[in-house]
Every structure is written in structure tokens, then in C-alpha cells.
């Protein structure tokens, strides 16, 4: 596991969009596996102005995320299919049929959870792209979650609901449910980009990197795979010696 320290989220951003368009200009064909939340948006930002600036190109990328809520319709604006557009597929080449998210639009979720996990099976994501919640869930895969689990329906804890409560009107708005990548689909990419900012990701990450692996804290199965990157900046860093 590589671990840069970096000194702010502007930093951390631009080093972390630095290593995708590195991979993009070797190879324009990767498929990426993206991920929301506040963590990446810089991060895509400085792709955006990359690919403004004729640096990079999308045309030929296919990207799969890592979750998606239920209950919420695809055009709802704290749907995960909006944010990616807002943040990123809406103002680069990508082409609307590389780009794959799961659906969680329908009664039966399990079929949808089934026919996204056959997708999976039949990508080879090339990198990663991760954030950290506080208590070390990575896409919707909660504490206690097997390190074996495939694409699947999680109940959201109370904490990540709280946690994610900025981004609506009231705690009710939050979905209970959400669809995510299993720990075992996000361990078969080639390589695996995770960043974290902020005081309130000190304590995953001094977890993260103390080389414990339990299911407790899901993240750290980070540790068994054979090619990490960790970007952290000072204040998330701040419980390292």
C-alpha cells in the first residue's frame, strides 16, 4: 500500500485526478470504477479542466460505480446517476453507454442487483477510485459486511444516513436502502485509488493503515491488495505519527 500525504483537498484532488489521467493517456480504452460523495468532486473537477485543455479524452473510457440509492428515481438530484453527470459525464466525451450504474429503478432488486454483478463479472476495471466513511465502510458496504459479498441490497446504518443528511432537506429524505459493489468486486480491480480529507476521516484512517484486517471495519481488506494508493492530506492524516 502507497500512502502520499499531501497538505489540503486541493492538493489531494490534483494528485489523485494526476494518476487516472496518467492511466487514461497509456491507455484510452481503461474502464474506471468511480465512486460520489464529497471526496471525489475535486478530484473531478481537475479532470474536467484536463479534458477542456485537450490533456485527456473520454471518448473510448467505460465506467462502472460503485452505488446507487434505492427509492430515489434516477432524475432525482441526490441520485448517485445525477451526481455523475452533474460532476463529471455531462461535461466531458464520454458516450451515455459506457457509462454503467446500478439501477435500483424497478420491484425486483434483486434481478437488478444480479444483472449489475453479471456486468461486473464481465469488466476488468483497471483502477478503482474509493473514499472512507468513518467507520470504514467503502462504497455502501457497512461494518460487518463479509469480505466475500457480491453486488447487494444494504440497509444503511443510522450513522451513514446522518452522514449523508447534508445533502437533503431533513433526515427522512435520506434513503434507507442503498445498491452497492461488493468488498469482492472492489477487490478485483487492477488497481485501487483511496482518498481521504478532513478531521473527520482521522480516525479511518489511522485504522486503515495500522494493518489490522477485520470485517469490523471493511476497508481494511484494502490491505491484501497487491496494488493501493492512499491520499491523504494533513488533517485526515492527523492521528499518524
Not at 441526490?78 to 453527470?85: G, T
Not at 450504474?101 to 464481465?122: A, F, M, R, T, V
Not at 445498491?179 to 488497481?191: C, D, E, L, S
Not at 490491505?223 to 494533513?234: F, L, S, Y
Amino acid at each position: 500500500m502507497e500512502v502520499i500525504k499531501v497538505k489540503d483537498y486541493q492538493e489531494l484532488s490534483k494528485v489523485a485526478a494526476d494518476i487516472i489521467a496518467d492511466l487514461l493517456k497509456k491507455n484510452p480504452k481503461a474502464t474506471l470504477g468511480l465512486a460520489t460523495g464529497s471526496s471525489p468532486v475535486g478530484l473531478y473537477q481537475n479532470l474536467i479542466k484536463m479534458y477542456e485543455n485537450k490533456e485527456i479524452s473520454f471518448k473510448d473510457v467505460k465506467t462502472y460505480n460503485l452505488d446507487e440509492y434505492c427509492e430515489l428515481p434516477r432524475s432525482h438530484p441526490e441520485s448517485y446517476y445525477s451526481f455523475m453527470h452533474r460532476n463529471l459525464f455531462s461535461h466531458v466525451d464520454i458516450k451515455e453507454e459506457n457509462v454503467h450504474i446500478p439501477c435500483s429503478e424497478g420491484s425486483d432488486l434483486q434481478k437488478l442487483c444480479d444483472d449489475y454483478n453479471n456486468q461486473l463479472h464481465n469488466a476488468s476495471i483497471d483502477l478503482q477510485l474509493l473514499g472512507i466513511g468513518a467507520n470504514g465502510h467503502i462504497g455502501f458496504n457497512e461494518p460487518g459486511t463479509s469480505f466475500e459479498q457480491e453486488t447487494f441490497v444494504v440497509k444503511l446504518t443510522d450513522k451513514t444516513r446522518k452522514d449523508n443528511q447534508r445533502f437533503f432537506n431533513s433526515l427522512d429524505e435520506v434513503p434507507t436502502h442503498a445498491m452497492t459493489m461488493g468488498i469482492k468486486n472492489i477487490m478485483q480491480a487492477k488497481k485501487i485509488l483511496l482518498v481521504a480529507s478532513g478531521k473527520n476521516k482521522q480516525d479511518a484512517v489511522k485504522k486503515l493503515l495500522s494493518g489490522e484486517i477485520t470485517e469490523s471495519f471493511p476497508a481494511s481488506i484494502l490491505n491484501k491488495h497487491k496494488d493501493v494508493v492512499v491520499i491523504i492530506d494533513e488533517e485526515a492524516a492527523g492521528l499518524l505519527k
